[in-house]
């Protein structure tokens, strides 16, 4: 009876991960950080729901790369079920946690780039790539939810992330790129992060600066994949 209930579980978490696997969040509204949002588009190569990038450039010839103080007073309005499981604190603390993380997990992801470590400056030069970033929602993961079975409500208890950003020529000071993005947190079969609130808006904040430093790297035609929907990591 036991190994029968057993499968019967496993069976439920396979067809649960099988139906989320491909089920990303929906672009977010615009919220007001990067001018002119009509110029973003969605690009299979590129891994956010929209970019923009200025005819010809480059974003390979600068030598260093500052990042700008992280934005967290474009936050959108969170409607009653995201805001039922806010942690202790209000959102706008959260975020701002969020943004500082933000911000030494992209300096570290520039510093370690396998192909190019570009130097982190503390005021832009001349031949700075300038990174100015807003996180622009932060949903917390439903934890109630997670502990009666997560696997199952999926997108409903993940929580979700977005941010906007925008590099700028530290030259000209002119707008070079633009993109935006919002996900769910990664889904796990048994995961430590699914029980704590912003656990996975940091694994995606992870994976975005990851994501910005390829970005800035990549190779003519080189695709970037998105983030996955769902991880075998515990935490």
């Keep these: 009876m036991l190994i029968k209930d ?5 069976l439920c978490v396979v067809v649960s991960i099988s139906f989320l696997v491909g089920c990303r969040a929906a672009p977010a509204p615009d919220a007001g950080f990067i001018s002119d949002p009509q110029d973003l588009a969605p690009d299979s190569k590129m891994p956010f729901d929209g970019v923009w990038f200025a005819p010809g450039v480059d974003l390979a010839s600068f030598n260093s790369v500052y990042i700008a103080p992280i934005d967290t007073s474009h936050l959108l309005k969170l409607d009653w079920w995201d805001t039922w499981n806010l942690a202790p604190g209000d959102e706008q603390q959260q975020a701002k946690r969020l943004a500082d993380y933000f911000s030494e997990r992209l300096a570290e992801a520039f510093e370690a780039h396998e192909k190019r470590k570009l130097p982190v400056v503390s005021a832009p030069a001349k031949d700075s790539l300038i990174v100015e970033l807003a996180i622009t929602e932060v949903v917390p993961t439903k934890t109630w939810l997670n502990t009666i079975g997560y696997v199952a409500l999926g997108p409903l208890s993940q929580g979700t992330t977005a941010f906007e950003g925008r590099l700028r020529d530290g030259a000209s000071q002119e707008v070079i790129a633009k993109f935006k993005d919002r996900e769910y947190g990664q889904m796990d079969v048994v995961s430590i992060a699914d029980f704590a609130w912003y656990k996975h808006s940091q694994h995606t904040i992870g994976v975005w600066s990851d994501d910005i430093v390829k ?3 990549r190779a003519p035609n080189e695709s970037i994949a ?3 929907t769902v991880t075998l990591r515990p935490w």
């Design 6 to 10: 057993i499968c019967a579980q496993l």
């Design 215 to 217: 970005i800035c790297f």
């Design 226 to 228: 998105p983030m996955s």
